[in-house]
């Protein structure tokens, strides 16, 4: 795997997924990357945190505007597990994030459900990056809820 691919990205938020798969958290992992270097990694921390917002994308957004000190992320792309939901997209939108990439689409509650545009109208989006081994994940972890 060709280093600073989009796979070797996506890998790292497969591993912050698999942190959350074992700490009990809907297994979505995202990291955000500042000119091929990776500045914030985050996972679901819903259930830990008891907030409802604190999927990994939010914290991922806080994380690397901390690190940049600017709360834009204009020169930044994300790559997450897991297709972001309309709140996500909305916190993309307003930090001007520049590239979205994801895994798994999410038919049920992804922000593209919505029919408008949700994301920044200069942010490039692409998904199904690893889309198997991140459903994979997600398919393992509600199965195992369901036991």
Not at 24 to 46: F, L, T
Not at 58 to 66: C, E, H, P, Q
């Amino acid at each position: 795997m060709e280093l600073f691919s989009n796979e070797y990205f996506m890998n790292e938020a497969l591993k912050q997924a698999k942190i959350a798969f074992e700490e009990g958290e809907i297994p979505v992992g995202a990291v955000i990357v500042c000119k091929n270097r990776v500045i914030a990694k985050a996972y679901n921390q819903s259930e830990r945190l008891n907030d409802v917002t604190a999927h990994a994308e939010m914290v991922a957004i806080t994380s690397a505007t901390n690190y940049l000190g600017s709360k834009y992320l204009v020169d930044c792309k994300l790559y997450v597990t897991l297709e972001p939901c309309l709140m996500c997209g909305g916190a993309l939108f307003w930090s001007q994030i520049s590239e979205v990439y994801f895994g798994a689409g999410d038919p049920k509650r992804g922000y593209q459900q919505v029919g408008s545009p949700v994301l920044h109208p200069k942010t490039t989006v692409k998904g199904g990056i690893l889309a198997e081994q991140s459903t994979q994940l997600l398919n393992d972890f509600f199965k195992k809820l369901r036991k």
